[in-house]
């Protein structure tokens, strides 16, 4: 099903414009304003109606919908309601040109109208996404056939989002910079993008934890680490683990992937214990670490060592698997047959990283990914960490860079001298007076 991950990554740029129009209506709301901002707001106009309306809406209402329509009479009254949306969306759009072209746009009461028009216009936006994500393609992938998403993908296929060009035109090159500007960089688009790994994740709504730890203890020798530890991880999460050098935080990474000995409490992973399991069998059922400092092996040939990271698969998995890692990090293909000990520090961490995504991980855990990489590497590994959670990859990211985990984590844990002190949604934390004292120098 190519073509659902298609659609997510369109989903996902759509949602990096939606975020920049939301800073600018902001901005708006305090009567602050300039040519430039609102400029910008006619750029997110014109990419929403010549992309976002010709191609990704035209593709669901002329080719998906009808389809799912044919298949089940379930879902009717939802897929009616998504094609109004694309129907209404001209006038939205419309009325956000007006406004940001209006002779007297720069005056107070135009400013404020605006601002409130795309609140409205971003919460309608948000909500059809949702119904999408959670309601219309679960059911697509319940009821349509194989044939039928062979024509889906042949539609979404046929046109590619012009944010994902790497030399787009001009005013697409130039809302791609404003963006860049406009979000925060772990945020902004920032360079080429890439669709998300063509293996489906799925969009259904959590039962059960994915990672369940209770009040766990651990240590080295009579030196306890861990006091009483709990966290949860709900399925296509991406949870944040922040705190400080020698906070615990490596050790509770270490249990949860079965080479430290846990001396109290308990993890269960998907639902069931894994205590008793050798780590060797964590990572056969899908707990994958990516661990501190990369560790690639340096001698091997890159494509070596990504499929070392497969050595639990079926072999007629493994092809697909690197192809996929391949579409999401395009240099490791072009240096495939170099060893990986030539590459750069940004450049290992991505092999780490297609590593672990070669064992097909139900779990994936990120142990300081950033260390030790330049602001611009950082920035684009936080990128991808991202995509890989919106396509669908549940996530436990420990990092010490608190401000970029905060700032894509769904929830997030304050850990401190083996403790949890705090947690809460990542955008929450983020304005924690607390958190930032003492995490972000603020």
């Known amino acids: 099903m190519r073509a659902m991950d298609i659609i997510a990554a369109e989903h996902r740029n759509m949602r990096l414009v939606s975020d920049a129009l939301a800073a600018l209506g902001a901005r708006f709301a305090t009567g602050t304003a300039d040519g430039t901002a609102l400029h910008t707001v006619e750029l997110i106009a014109e990419y929403f109606e010549t992309y976002s309306d010709r191609f990704h809406h035209k593709h669901e209402s002329d080719v998906l919908f009808p389809l799912m329509r044919a298949r089940s009479d379930r879902g009717a009254e939802m897929l009616d309601q998504l094609d109004r949306n694309h129907r209404d969306s001209h006038r939205e759009l419309a009325r956000l040109r007006f406004l940001a072209d209006h002779p007297n746009r720069l005056e107070t009461g135009n400013l404020k109208?605006?601002?409130?028009?795309?609140?409205?216009f971003r919460d309608g936006f948000e909500t059809h996404l949702r119904i999408e994500e959670e309601q219309c393609f679960p059911l697509a992938r319940e009821v349509l056939t194989s044939d039928d998403w062979k024509m889906v993908?042949?539609?979404?296929?046929?046109?590619?989002d012009p944010l994902d060009h790497e030399n787009p035109v001009e005013a697409v090159a130039l809302l791609k910079a404003r963006i860049t500007q406009l979000l925060p960089s772990p945020l902004g688009?920032?360079?080429?993008?890439?669709?998300?790994?063509?293996?489906?994740?799925?969009?259904?709504?959590?039962?059960?934890?994915?990672?369940?730890?209770?009040?766990?203890?651990?240590?080295?020798?009579?030196?306890d680490v861990l006091h009483g530890v709990s966290l949860r991880i709900m399925p296509g999460q991406l949870v944040a683990l922040v705190g400080a050098n020698g906070a615990g935080k490596t050790t509770l990474l270490r249990c949860i992937s079965g080479v430290q000995p846990v001396s109290g409490g308990s993890i269960s992973f998907r639902g069931a214990p894994i205590a008793r399991m050798t780590s060797a069998d964590r990572v056969r059922a899908g707990l994958c670490?990516?661990?501190?400092?990369?560790?690639?092996?340096?001698?091997?040939?890159?494509?070596?060592?990504?499929?070392?990271?497969?050595?639990?698969?079926?072999?007629?998995?493994?092809?697909r698997s690197l192809e996929e890692v391949y579409r999401l990090f395009?240099?490791?293909q072009e240096r495939r047959h170099q060893p990986a000990g030539v590459l750069s520090g940004g450049q290992q961490q991505m092999v780490a990283l297609g590593r672990a995504l070669m064992g097909n991980p139900k779990l994936l855990l990120l142990d300081e990914p950033s260390m030790g990489l330049a602001p611009l590497i950082v920035a684009e590994i936080f990128r991808i960490v991202r995509m890989l959670r919106d396509s669908g990859v549940t996530i436990l990211l420990v990092e010490q860079n608190a401000r970029a985990a905060l700032s894509i984590a769904d929830h997030a844990y304050v850990m401190e001298t083996g403790r949890i002190t705090l947690e809460?949604?990542?955008?929450?934390?983020?304005?924690?007076?607390?958190?930032?004292?003492?995490?972000?120098g603020l």
């Open 113 to 120: 109208a605006l601002a409130e028009h795309i609140r409205a």
């Open 289 to 319: 670490q990516v661990p501190e400092g990369r560790h690639v092996f340096a001698p091997m040939t890159i494509e070596d060592n990504l499929r070392l990271g497969a050595y639990t698969r079926p072999a007629g998995e493994i092809d």
């Open 330 to 332: 395009p240099v490791l």
């Open 153 to 160: 993908e042949v539609a979404f296929a046929a046109t590619s």
């Open 424 to 440: 809460g949604p990542g955008a929450d934390l983020l304005r924690d007076d607390d958190v930032r004292k003492a995490y972000l």
């Open 189 to 223: 688009l920032g360079g080429t993008l890439t669709h998300a790994p063509a293996t489906s994740r799925g969009w259904a709504r959590p039962v059960e934890p994915t990672l369940a730890v209770e009040a766990v203890t651990s240590g080295y020798g009579r030196n």
